[in-house]
């Protein structure tokens, strides 16, 4: 005979339920290698490079690098997507008012992306300089050596804007482009001008060429620029991990308190304790992967710092000071946040998939 569940009982399966619903990932996000021509490798938050293969399921935190003469295809519903040659980009995802947003990482090189996809949210796609709010379209993005970002767009529409260096800095102004049209910015710079593509061909080789060769004499402004930059990142992962501290002690709170209500049989109010603290599980695990976000997006940062250091033959100490400082924040998000996270998870997905 099957027995009826008591109030404390059922008030705590209740929790769990709601708390099951609420914070875990009812899909973990991923998108499939289609087609891989030459030196084509993936690294899992820094777990070491190794060859990327044709129906391998990419997930947040992989990170993928194109050798010379070598290119990539990626696809998820609707979705295209064509890494090229000389290109390093990260898969990620973060929640926006409570939203998840799956988001494209072009640290280095020069993307394609069709995208057509009917009843689905659209990625973001960013690079060191912008973010790019995308809607069924048809564009090319290429990020250079000095931190430059080129879009050029086909079809649909685009709504540039730019990074802002610092929470200092305010929000972020915005270019929306449409069909036929593209922008260029500077590293730290905004979105401010549009030119149509027919009208400028770009030849890659020669635009990468510029783009490091626009390094030489702005050294320290761009490493400056930089860590600003990563000052922003440390403030706002400071203030993720004390909104994920306050919610999960206001959590236990709130399971105390449903707690207390069980012992005195009160069943509804000790089920409102229980989805006001399955809320606030779900603020602590929405900070998490954002901070796992804004761990992500340091990668390709401090690539840039790096690249813009080495490239000094004989640094002078204010130079050498400052990437020090740069190399110090890194380091410590590092060792905290890039750490071992979903390819297990998603290694099981595909095989099951297969």
């Known amino acids: 005979m099957r027995r009826a569940l008591g109030s404390g009982a059922l008030a705590a399966a209740l929790f769990m339920l709601t708390l099951t619903l609420t914070i875990l990932p009812q899909r973990i996000f991923s998108i499939e290698v289609d087609y891989v021509k030459g030196d084509v490798s993936f690294n899992h938050l820094q777990d070491g490079w190794k060859a990327v293969k044709t129906g391998q399921e990419l997930g947040p935190g ?74 069924g379209t048809d564009f090319e993005i290429g990020s250079g050596y000095d931190g430059s970002t080129i ?16 929470p200092s800095q305010g929000a972020a102004s915005e ?92 069943k509804e109010e000790a089920a409102e304790f229980s989805r006001l603290a399955a809320q606030k599980s779900k603020i602590a695990f929405h900070s998490t992967v954002n901070i796992r976000f804004l761990a992500l997006s340091s990668i390709g940062l401090f690539d840039l710092a790096t690249g813009v250091y080495s490239s000094v033959a004989k640094p002078l100490r204010d130079l050498t000071g400052t990437f020090e400082t740069i190399k110090s924040i890194f380091r410590d998000i590092e060792s905290k946040y890039l750490l071992k996270g979903d390819r297990e998870r998603l290694e099981k997905k595909a095989k099951k998939k297969r």
């Open 62 to 135: 992989d990170m993928i690098r194109t050798g010379a003469a070598s290119e990539a295809s990626l696809v998820d519903e609707g979705m295209l997507i064509n890494v090229m040659e000389k290109s390093t980009f990260t898969v990620a995802e973060k929640y926006t008012n409570d939203e998840k947003k799956e988001s494209f990482m072009l640290f280095l090189g020069r993307m394609k992306f069709k995208l057509a996809r009917s009843g689905k949210g659209e990625p973001e796609v960013s690079t060191q300089t912008v973010n790019l709010t995308i809607r």
């Open 175 to 266: 270019l929306l482009l449409e069909g036929g049209e593209g922008t260029e910015i500077p590293f730290g710079g905004e979105p401010t001008t549009k030119f149509q593509v027919m009208t400028k061909l770009i030849d890659w080789d020669r635009w990468f060429t510029f783009s490091k060769e626009a390094i030489k004499g702005n050294e320290a402004d761009l490493l400056a620029r930089i860590l600003v930059r990563f000052e922003g990142i440390r403030d706002e992962i400071k203030g993720y991990e004390e909104t994920k501290s306050s919610s999960l002690r206001e959590k236990e709170e709130q399971i105390r308190r449903r707690d207390e209500m069980q012992r005195q049989g009160n």
């Open 151 to 166: 879009v050029l767009l086909s079809e649909g529409a685009v709504a540039v804007a730019g990074a802002a260096l610092g």
